[in-house]
């Protein structure tokens, strides 16, 4: 290990759901890092305002917020901080979504506090590649993708993106928080 690495580095831990925070705040203190929590989009805009960051550990799913919203921000004040999307809600489009906004890296739930660490670290992942199947993708998939695809070129704005899918905000909460049945 260098040197450098036995600094402890500023961490943005963003996610609303608080037992989750506090998880990864305890798994990645553990791992050499000084970890700040936030609750919601206008909390950690108040932390990076006031405070700079070596990494930014973002839920993709924020109260009725997005972690797309803090990527610019983030990436801004800290132009070398390592920025990692984290969701349980994982889509092709968010992914590249992400990306595109600077994320350094997208990574689904569950993750462990040594994988977290490695990707914060910009290290390789030691994971396997996804297997491809040999069936399409449900209509349930390919709908929840789509509804991705749209909340993400929203800004993670739910309003918007029930008015350009034609449907009511309500009814779209309620299919954000099922999860596709099907790959």
Not at 104 to 114: F, S, T
Request: glycine content about 8%; proline content about 4%.
């Amino acid at each position: 290990m260098s040197p450098a690495s036995h600094q402890q580095r500023e961490l943005l831990i963003v996610d609303d759901d608080q037992s989750a925070r506090d998880v990864l705040c305890r798994a990645l203190g553990r791992r050499n890092f000084n970890t700040h929590g936030a609750a919601t989009v206008d909390e950690a805009l108040a932390l990076v305002e006031n405070q700079s960051f070596d990494c930014a550990l973002l839920d993709l799913k924020i109260d009725s917020g997005s972690g797309l919203q803090l990527i610019e921000p983030v990436r801004s004040a800290n132009p070398t901080a390592r920025i990692i999307l984290l969701t349980g809600y994982s889509s092709i489009s968010t992914a590249v979504a992400a990306i595109k906004l600077g994320a350094d890296d997208y990574l689904c739930k569950p993750a462990g506090g040594e994988q977290l660490a490695q990707a914060l670290a910009g290290e390789k992942l030691n994971t396997e590649l996804p297997q491809v199947s040999a069936q399409p993708p449900s209509v349930g998939r390919l709908a929840w993708e789509h509804i991705q695809r749209v909340l993400a070129e929203n800004g993670g704005n739910i309003s918007a993106t029930a008015r350009a899918l034609g449907m009511h905000r309500r009814t779209l909460q309620r299919k954000l928080q099922k999860r596709p049945k099907g790959q």
